[in-house]
């Protein structure tokens, strides 16, 4: 009897220590800064908070800014990973193997040096730049360094997102039967109709798993947007650690964070639907 | 109207050779089985004919024009699968109208076709469901109506019931060759399962590693095993290795006659059927003990050892009264010789009265 409820219980028991931890560290919180934020100076229910950001100059070019870094990166992302995905699921060549292990070495490098490496590799004078000049000194007249622009927002965001972008995408892929696509061979398909009729459609699901989870990390990202980026405009992530250090003003610093938090969820509520759509769905 | 035929078809992957100049000719109309072990090369053949793998030499014809340099999608096959068959995302009338619309078809067209398809694999009102929603036999119906649909010249099955149980095996098995004879559609069907070649098919290929051990009718090939393996292989069936001396052959008790004269290694085989229970004294027989009896419903079958022959497996009628190391004599009628390198050699002994019902043993 003892053993059989203790045995009962023990479920409850192992995810208790998690809730609390993410009740207690990040609900919790999260719901304290959210109720701060919509605290007037008078202590009375009040947006005033999120008109100053509206009406900050600065915060509305740094959100747009961050949205438009995160959709030119996840469109840079989509436009290498799907093919590489395509390519690693249908090719049986060595080739294939040793790609994979290359795309996903990025997985094993902390992003902190891996945004130092890529400062190295393209910024003014660096590696890139010297190769192009070896090849042709006239050539590299015209290097364009993407260091401190947004473009090395975009590459870095690239960079670092490659490898869970492509796992995800092969994940899906190979669920995918071989039969399946045969089967549209036989009955006239081309490639190309292979592809938008049968691949893409089903492989939707996890081209939008890779989607949310791509922009959720990188619309608040900070690591890479304040070591790659330009002063200004600045992502959310990067005016958010200013605002909040340089300029000590936290309260504005939680209202960013509230808004970056929000856009976040929307995302992520997308996720959780795709995500259960797939267990209550087909198969 | 359409014949096909393979011509020194051979494939390879790597060391492998998956299928050895495979010759094989199908008429018009006709219902060729495939029939070997898992990994004889059954598949790897038919999806050289569906276009899915590039032999590595040798022709197929489809009405007299080679088809070898033809994509898969545009020869005038149609597969069926034995799993993964039907798009997930496609409801079942998109399955079957995907390859009508690629086609360019009328909607009109498309939509008389659909319908007749799925009439005719009997599912009428089957259209608007998503393949999940279908039990396994459906989905293979609708991929057998989606094959149909259109009007390939040859139509190719890979062990397309081999994922469904075996009730079901048998129903769809009976339908699809009344589809089959409706549409007059030339078909090879790939299996691994004798039973359902045997009553499926006008003609069996039986293969073994990569080769056709015998091209014939469900009957000859049961009867008339030209190899060892098809003997083997096809039905139950006594193989006793032997020694042939002369015309010869000792075994046991019993002296078999060979029409050919000749000396060294031979397998006799001998069908359960073709061994008849005589009594335990009979002269013309080998004793035995009966080792074991295993209920089959209407008949029973024995296992009986014979001294310095093996165990034997024989059938006896119901009505007859044995037990369990009870001693019987067993009198072959009918066996074949087999020899390495010789055509197999047929010989019937004469008829003996078997034992009688009432007679106690
Ligand atoms: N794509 C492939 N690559 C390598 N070997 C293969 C491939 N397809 C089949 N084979 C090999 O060829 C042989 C025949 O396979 P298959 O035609 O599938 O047999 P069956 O359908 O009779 O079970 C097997 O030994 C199998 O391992
Ligand atoms: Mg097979």
Same mark, same amino acid.
């Given at each position: 009897?003892?053993?059989?409820?203790?045995?009962?219980?023990?479920?409850?028991?192992?995810?208790?220590?998690?809730?609390?931890?993410?009740?207690?560290?990040?609900?919790?919180?999260?719901?304290?800064?959210?109720?701060?934020?919509?605290?007037?100076?008078?202590?009375?229910?009040?947006?005033?908070?999120?008109?100053?950001?509206?009406?900050?100059?600065?915060?509305?070019?740094? $959100?747009?800014?961050?949205?438009?870094?995160?959709?030119?990166?996840?469109?840079?992302?989509?436009?290498?990973?799907?093919?590489?995905?395509?390519? $690693?699921?249908?090719?049986?060549?060595?080739?294939?193997?040793?790609?994979?292990?290359?795309?996903?070495?990025?997985?094993?490098?902390?992003?902190?040096?891996?945004?130092?490496?890529?400062?190295?590799?393209?910024?003014?004078?660096?590696? $890139?730049?010297?190769?192009?000049?070896?090849?042709?000194?006239?050539?590299?007249?015209?290097?364009?360094?993407?260091?401190?622009?947004?473009?090395?927002?975009?590459?870095?965001?690239?960079?670092?997102?490659?490898?869970?972008?492509?796992?995800?995408?092969?994940?899906? $892929?190979?669920?995918?039967?071989?039969?399946?696509?045969?089967?549209?061979?036989?009955?006239?398909?081309?490639?190309?109709?292979?592809?938008?009729?049968?691949?893409?459609?089903?492989?939707?699901?996890?081209?939008?798993?890779?989607?949310?989870?791509?922009?959720?990390?990188?619309?608040?990202?900070?690591?890479?947007?304040?070591?790659?980026?330009?002063?200004?405009?600045?992502?959310?992530?990067?005016?958010?650690?200013?605002?909040?250090?340089?300029?000590?003003?936290?309260?504005?610093?939680?209202?960013?964070?509230?808004?970056?938090?929000?856009?976040?969820?929307?995302?992520?509520?997308?996720?959780?639907?795709?995500?259960?759509?797939?267990?209550?769905?087909?198969? | 109207?359409?014949?096909?035929?393979? =011509?020194?078809?051979? =494939?390879?992957?790597?060391?492998?050779?998956?299928?050895?100049?495979?010759?094989?000719?199908?008429?018009?109309?006709?219902?060729?089985?495939?029939?070997?072990?898992?990994?004889?090369?059954?598949?790897?053949?038919?999806?050289?004919?569906?276009?899915?793998?590039?032999?590595?030499?040798?022709?197929?014809?489809?009405?007299?024009?080679?088809?070898?340099?033809?994509?898969?999608?545009?020869?005038?096959?149609?597969?069926?699968?034995?799993?993964?068959?039907?798009?997930?995302?496609?409801?079942?009338?998109?399955?079957?109208?995907?390859?009508?619309?690629?086609?360019?078809?009328?909607?009109?067209?498309?939509?008389?076709?659909?319908?007749?398809?799925?009439?005719?694999?009997?599912?009428?009102?089957?259209?608007?469901?998503?393949?999940?929603?279908?039990?396994?036999?459906?989905?293979?119906?609708?991929?057998?109506?989606?094959?149909?649909?259109?009007?390939?010249?040859?139509?190719?099955?890979?062990?397309?019931?081999?994922?469904?149980?075996?009730?079901?095996?048998?129903?769809?098995?009976?339908?699809?060759?009344?589809?089959?004879?409706?549409?007059?559609?030339?078909?090879?069907?790939?299996?691994?399962?004798?039973?359902?070649?045997?009553?499926?098919?006008?003609?069996?290929?039986?293969?073994?590693?990569?080769?056709?051990?015998?091209?014939?009718?469900?009957?000859?090939?049961?009867?008339?095993?030209?190899?060892?393996?098809?003997?083997?292989?096809?039905?139950?069936?006594?193989?006793?290795?032997?020694?042939?001396?002369?015309?010869?052959?000792?075994?046991?008790?019993?002296?078999?006659?060979?029409?050919?004269?000749?000396?060294?290694?031979?397998?006799?085989?001998?069908?359960?059927?073709?061994?008849?229970?005589?009594?335990?004294?009979?002269?013309?027989?080998?004793?035995?003990?009966?080792?074991?009896?295993?209920?089959?419903?209407?008949?029973? =079958?024995?296992?009986?050892?014979?001294?310095?022959?093996?165990?034997?497996?024989?059938?006896?009628?119901?009505?007859?009264?044995?037990?369990?190391?009870?001693?019987?004599?067993?009198?072959?009628?009918?066996?074949?010789?087999?020899?390495?390198?010789?055509?197999?050699?047929?010989?019937?002994?004469?008829?003996?009265?078997?034992?009688?019902?009432?007679?106690?043993?």
């Amino acid at each position: 009897m003892v053993a059989r409820s203790t045995r009962s219980l023990l479920p409850y028991i192992l995810i208790t220590p998690p809730i609390i931890l993410v009740f207690g560290l990040i609900f919790f919180p999260a719901a304290q800064s959210f109720v701060r934020t919509l605290t007037g100076v008078d202590g009375s229910f009040s947006f005033e908070r999120y008109l100053e950001f509206m009406n900050d100059r600065s915060s509305v070019t740094s $959100l747009i800014f961050t949205f438009q870094v995160t959709f030119l990166s996840l469109i840079g992302l989509f436009a290498i990973c799907y093919p590489l995905a395509l390519y $690693l699921r249908f090719s049986n060549s060595r080739v294939a193997y040793w790609a994979q292990m290359v795309a996903l070495l990025p997985l094993f490098v902390p992003g902190i040096m891996s945004a130092y490496a890529l400062i190295r590799f393209f910024r003014g004078r660096g590696l $890139l730049e010297t190769i192009i000049y070896q090849l042709s000194p006239v050539l590299s007249e015209t290097y364009y360094s993407p260091y401190v622009k947004p473009e090395g927002i975009i590459i870095g965001s690239i960079w670092e997102s490659i490898p869970f972008t492509v796992l995800v995408l092969l994940a899906g $892929l190979r669920q995918v039967e071989s039969g399946l696509i045969e089967s549209a061979q036989d009955v006239g398909a081309s490639r190309w109709t292979i592809f938008f009729q049968i691949i893409l459609p089903l492989t939707r699901r996890a081209a939008l798993i890779a989607f949310c989870l791509n922009f959720i990390a990188i619309f608040g990202s900070y690591t890479i947007p304040y070591l790659l980026g330009p002063a200004a405009p600045q992502t959310l992530g990067v005016l958010m650690q200013r605002t909040y250090q340089e300029y000590a003003q936290p309260l504005q610093a939680e209202t960013q964070a509230v808004i970056t938090f929000a856009v976040c969820a929307l995302v992520g509520l997308l996720y959780v639907r795709t995500v259960s759509s797939q267990r209550t769905g087909r198969n | 109207m359409s014949t096909l035929s393979l =011509k020194q078809l051979r =494939k390879q992957f790597g060391d492998v050779t998956a299928v050895h100049e495979i010759n094989l000719e199908v008429g018009d109309g006709e219902f060729l089985c495939i029939l070997g072990p898992s990994g004889c090369g059954k598949s790897t053949a038919l999806r050289m004919i569906a276009g899915f793998e590039e032999p590595t030499s040798g022709d197929i014809l489809i009405d007299g024009q080679s088809v070898v340099t033809m994509a898969a999608n545009h020869r005038p096959t149609a597969m069926v699968f034995q799993k993964y068959t039907l798009w997930p995302h496609m409801k079942v009338y998109d399955n079957i109208a995907f390859g009508l619309k690629l086609r360019g078809l009328a909607r009109t067209e498309i939509d008389r076709k659909v319908n007749e398809a799925l009439e005719l694999v009997g599912l009428p009102d089957y259209g608007k469901r998503m393949p999940n929603q279908l039990s396994g036999g459906e989905q293979q119906r609708i991929a057998l109506a989606r094959a149909l649909v259109l009007e390939p010249k040859i139509l190719l099955l890979d062990e397309p019931f081999s994922n469904l149980d075996a009730l079901l095996r048998v129903r769809l098995r009976e339908e699809l060759r009344r589809i089959q004879r409706r549409v007059k559609i030339t078909a090879i069907f790939v299996t691994h399962d004798q039973e359902e070649a045997l009553s499926l098919a006008d003609r069996i290929a039986v293969m073994s590693k990569g080769r056709v051990e015998q091209l014939d009718v469900p009957s000859r090939i049961y009867d008339q095993p030209a190899t060892l393996f098809v003997a083997d292989f096809i039905g139950v069936m006594n193989l006793i290795p032997a020694q042939q001396n002369g015309a010869t052959i000792d075994l046991g008790a019993l002296r078999l006659e060979s029409p050919t004269r000749v000396n060294g290694t031979v397998t006799v085989a001998i069908r359960p059927e073709d061994i008849a229970i005589v009594g335990e004294s009979d002269v013309d027989a080998w004793g035995g003990e009966v080792e074991q009896i295993i209920d089959l419903g209407h008949y029973r =079958k024995l296992l009986v050892k014979v001294p310095s022959v093996g165990t034997l497996k024989v059938y006896a009628p119901k009505a007859l009264d044995l037990r369990e190391n009870q001693l019987i004599g067993l009198n072959p009628s009918r066996f074949t010789i087999f020899r390495d390198g010789a055509a197999p050699i047929e010989v019937k002994r004469e008829a003996v009265a078997p034992l009688e019902m009432s007679v106690a043993v």
